[in-house]
């Protein structure tokens, strides 16, 4: 079907001329566009062919820019993805940005403020809340504990700013029941990989714990 098409519209290129071509109004002027990038896409396209879609373009110039903004962006996109993992980082030729992938690790305060939310969440849940509590409320001391989501260890509200849940894996994790990655890598906030070779235990973590046996003991159910 694909290639009837694209053989239809190979047909009405070599039927117009730059004296005689018909009007498109915008939708056309967009599908005609999303066309001719797709066509340029194809690594055996043939000669002939892309002389037509050169013709149309230059019939039609006002879908060359958005034709080349795409391709730009297409191929800065996917040079991004290798130059970010470079030791130095990288700047957007398109904007300057600089861009970076960091490895982090799980560090003592991510599981300080992980543990105390943990807690925190308990105590609210047993009052008949939805166990999301503000970060202000935890425990911690620098402010990389939002990393703690990356891990997968906790949620973000998507409703309250500021306001965060451990999940079960966060819950298993408090109580040194199982093992995570050491390392994970970030880019632009987000996680993007991890290290699968080193795990860790939060009792690998050198931190001041308390034992949430005890305090969640004294929590009313």
């Known amino acids: 079907m694909s290639n009837n098409i694209d053989t239809l519209r190979y047909e009405w290129i070599q039927s117009i001329s730059k004296e005689k071509y018909p009007r498109l109004n915008v939708e056309k002027s967009t599908s005609l566009r999303t066309w001719v990038f797709s066509q340029f896409d194809i690594p055996l396209l043939g000669s002939y062919r892309r002389s037509l879609l050169q013709k149309v373009c230059v019939i039609y110039p006002h879908i060359i ?38 490895k982090r690790a799980l560090s003592k305060n991510m599981c300080r403020f992980l543990q105390s939310l943990v807690y925190k969440s308990a105590m609210d849940k047993s009052r008949g809340g939805d166990g999301f509590v503000h970060f202000k409320e935890c425990d911690y001391g620098s402010h990389d504990y939002p990393y703690v989501k990356e891990w997968g260890l906790a949620e973000r509200s998507s409703t309250e700013q500021g306001y965060y849940r451990a999940t079960e894996l966060g819950i298993k994790f408090a109580f040194g029941k199982i093992s995570i990655p050491k390392h994970i890598y970030t880019y632009n906030g987000k996680r993007t990989g991890e290290t699968s070779n080193e795990t860790i235990k939060i009792t690998d973590v050198k931190f001041e714990r308390f034992d949430l046996e005890i305090m969640l003991n004294g929590i009313v159910p």
């Open 65 to 102: 820019p958005q034709v080349l903004h795409d391709i730009s962006i297409g191929i800065q996109s996917k040079q991004l993805e290798i130059m970010r993992k470079e030791a130095g980082g990288t700047r957007c030729s398109c904007c300057n940005q600089y861009v970076k992938e960091y």
